[in-house]
């Protein structure tokens, strides 16, 4: 599935599945940018994805920070000349609910990266997307499909519902343009998330979450972006606007 003389744009990609989709579309052919904050990481994967194609652009920028993030897309089409995929994978989760009275702070935080900074983002590459018919690609989970056990994990879970339905709504839009856009909702994969996410912890978290979906394993980063390759190629020209789980069948469970 050669992806020669594409340009990709990859948010969160310093980790987890914007890690591996960077390097697995470095690998065919693509010209990719990487953003993400931590330049140690960012730089450890552009290593990677040198060694299996075209050096990657590292912009090093908190894409929830409308400042820093106005200027992600122009850097990607100054160095490559056009965009074809933009790639909304940055996210996070924070802890917050009702009980605790932290529900709001995590709420704003979240839903700042999660989903206003992929609004902002996608407003600014759907110039560029409609000159190429390119497509986009959002990360979700499979946490907007359900509600979670753990009330303090009720902050991601809204705002991925909240980006599911952007999908929706701006792949309806952007159809009659020719720019195609889907979600991709994983269920549990293997990252740094809850690491980063301040959870006590994560081993056993990770344990439990395995034992949850019906074919008792987690996902791997590298499947999630073989997904996102499908997606992004010609093989999915008519698919728009849809929500693709890849869970080991944890919806079946929760």
Same mark, same amino acid.
């Given at each position: 599935?050669?992806?020669?003389?594409?340009?990709?744009?990859? #948010? &969160?990609?310093?980790?987890?599945?914007?890690?591996?989709?960077?390097?697995?579309?470095?690998?065919?052919? /693509? !010209?990719? /940018?990487?953003?993400? !904050?931590?330049?140690?990481?960012?730089?450890?994967?552009?290593?990677?994805?040198? %060694?299996? &194609?075209?050096?990657?652009?590292?912009?090093? /920028?908190?894409?929830?920070?409308?400042?820093?993030?106005?200027?992600?897309?122009?850097?990607?089409?100054?160095?490559?000349?056009?965009?074809?995929?933009?790639?909304?994978?940055?996210?996070?989760?924070?802890? @917050?609910?009702?009980?605790? &009275?932290?529900?709001?702070?995590? +709420?704003?935080?979240? $839903? %700042? #990266?999660?989903? !206003?900074?992929?609004?902002? =983002?996608?407003? =600014?590459?759907?110039?560029?997307?409609?000159? #190429?018919?390119?497509?986009?690609?959002?990360?979700?989970?499979?946490?907007?499909?359900?509600?979670?056990?753990?009330?303090?994990?009720?902050? +991601?879970?809204?705002?991925?519902?909240?980006?599911?339905?952007?999908?929706?709504? /701006?792949?309806?839009?952007?159809?009659?343009?020719?720019?195609?856009?889907?979600?991709?909702?994983? @269920?549990?994969? !293997?990252?740094?998330? =809850?690491?980063?996410?301040?959870?006590?912890?994560?081993?056993?978290?990770?344990?439990?979450?395995?034992?949850?979906?019906?074919?008792?394993? =987690? @996902?791997?980063?590298?499947?999630?972006?073989?997904? $996102?390759?499908?997606?992004?190629?010609?093989?999915?020209?008519?698919? #728009? &606007?849809?929500? +693709?789980?890849?869970?080991?069948?944890?919806?079946?469970?929760?």
């Amino acid at each position: 599935m050669s992806f020669s003389g594409k340009v990709v744009l990859v #948010t &969160g990609a310093s980790s987890g599945i914007g890690a591996a989709a960077a390097i697995l579309f470095t690998k065919e052919g /693509a !010209r990719v /940018a990487i953003v993400g !904050r931590n330049e140690t990481k960012l730089s450890n994967i552009a290593q990677q994805c040198t %060694k299996k &194609g075209e050096p990657p652009l590292v912009i090093k /920028a908190d894409i929830s920070n409308e400042q820093e993030a106005s200027t992600i897309v122009k850097q990607t089409v100054d160095k490559f000349g056009k965009l074809d995929v933009l790639i909304n994978n940055a996210g996070f989760s924070k802890q @917050g609910s009702l009980l605790d &009275g932290k529900i709001l702070e995590a +709420y704003d935080d979240v $839903m %700042k #990266t999660n989903v !206003r900074a992929a609004i902002h =983002l996608t407003t =600014l590459a759907t110039p560029h997307l409609i000159k #190429t018919k390119g497509n986009i690609i959002n990360t979700s989970s499979t946490g907007s499909l359900h509600v979670p056990q753990v009330p303090t994990q009720a902050t +991601y879970c809204i705002s991925k519902a909240a980006l599911d339905h952007f999908t929706r709504c /701006a792949a309806l839009e952007l159809a009659p343009s020719g720019v195609r856009v889907n979600s991709v909702n994983p @269920g549990p994969v !293997r990252t740094d998330i =809850l690491e980063n996410s301040g959870i006590q912890n994560p081993d056993a978290v990770w344990e439990k979450l395995k034992s949850g979906t019906a074919l008792n394993k =987690l @996902g791997e980063p590298g499947e999630i972006a073989e997904l $996102m390759l499908f997606l992004a190629s010609d093989k999915a020209r008519s698919i #728009t &606007g849809s929500i +693709y789980v890849s869970d080991n069948g944890f919806l079946l469970k929760n």
